[in-house]
């Protein structure tokens, strides 16, 4: 990863459970500062870079998906598309890209408005269910390689993030894992299925899991649980108990 400054001193660090995510978030937000705090629970870390508070770059230890990469997930553009419009503009930033885009009317601000939601769901909003958590933040650390650009308001970010805790917790008891698979339920019942869970409906066959109908449906994971809990709770779709070779193929 690229550093714009290598600083050997942490200037804040700690574990998860005193201090919570939303605690540092809103502590290096309020302070102005800039710098790296990265994150790291088993396996998984993520780098958060601030410029005097306000996040604008995360990385992973796996690849996160980029905006090209969400515009082609959810259907706006093709992956040669994508290749062949960067090809013609060779060293030009996607940033760039994505605004000429736009002038063009190739995309729209709404398409760019969603993928970037997509994208903080991703990278950014997941990090709140974390909680077996080391954290460690470097002033004037600058990360900016291996990951993807983002732009957010802190405080933005601790509301919506809090939300989204509140309503995992309301959801889990449902959809307690992504590799849960749902299937429709053979007699449905009298009422109609709203029109905003209809896109999941449709893919609700037994074979796909909540992962899937995601990528799918062109939605967040966190989008496709909701959805899932609305469909279980007015009887239109079930959930399939795991057999034990799937349950097998998770954990090996």
Not at 93 to 102: C, G, I, K, S
Not at 111 to 116: I, K, P, S, Y
Not at 141 to 167: A, F, K, M, Q
Request: aromatic share 8%; hydrophobic share 40%; proline share 5%.
């Amino acid at each position: 990863m690229e550093r714009k400054q290598e600083l050997k001193e942490v200037d804040l660090q700690g574990r998860f459970g005193s201090f919570t995510i939303s605690d540092i978030l809103q502590m290096i937000s309020f302070s102005g500062k800039t710098g790296t705090l990265t994150l790291i629970q088993g396996w998984n870390s993520r780098t958060i870079t601030f410029d005097q508070g306000r996040i604008c770059y995360v990385a992973a230890g796996a690849r996160l998906p980029g905006m090209f990469d969400l515009l082609i997930r959810v259907g706006h553009l093709q992956r040669f598309q994508v290749d062949t419009f960067r090809q013609r503009r060779p060293g030009k930033p996607d940033a760039d890209l994505l605004e000429e885009l736009v002038r063009r009317k190739l995309l729209s601000p709404t398409d760019l408005d969603r993928c970037n939601e997509l994208l903080l769901e991703t990278a950014v909003y997941t990090l709140f269910l974390w909680r077996n958590c080391n954290f460690a933040f470097r002033a004037g650390e600058v990360v900016s390689e291996g990951g993807v650009p983002v732009t957010i308001d802190g405080n933005h970010l601790i509301i919506e993030g809090t939300r989204r805790v509140d309503e995992w917790i309301q959801i889990s008891p449902v959809v307690p894992l992504i590799f849960m698979i749902f299937r429709q339920r053979p007699a449905l019942v009298e009422r109609s299925i709203p029109v905003q869970h209809l896109p999941v409906f449709e893919l609700v066959d037994g074979l796909r899991d909540v992962g899937s109908i995601a990528r799918e449906a062109g939605i967040s994971q966190f989008d496709a649980a909701k959805s899932l809990y609305a469909l279980v709770h007015s009887r239109h779709a079930e959930a399939i108990p795991p057999n034990r070779r799937k349950v097998c193929e998770l954990f090996n």
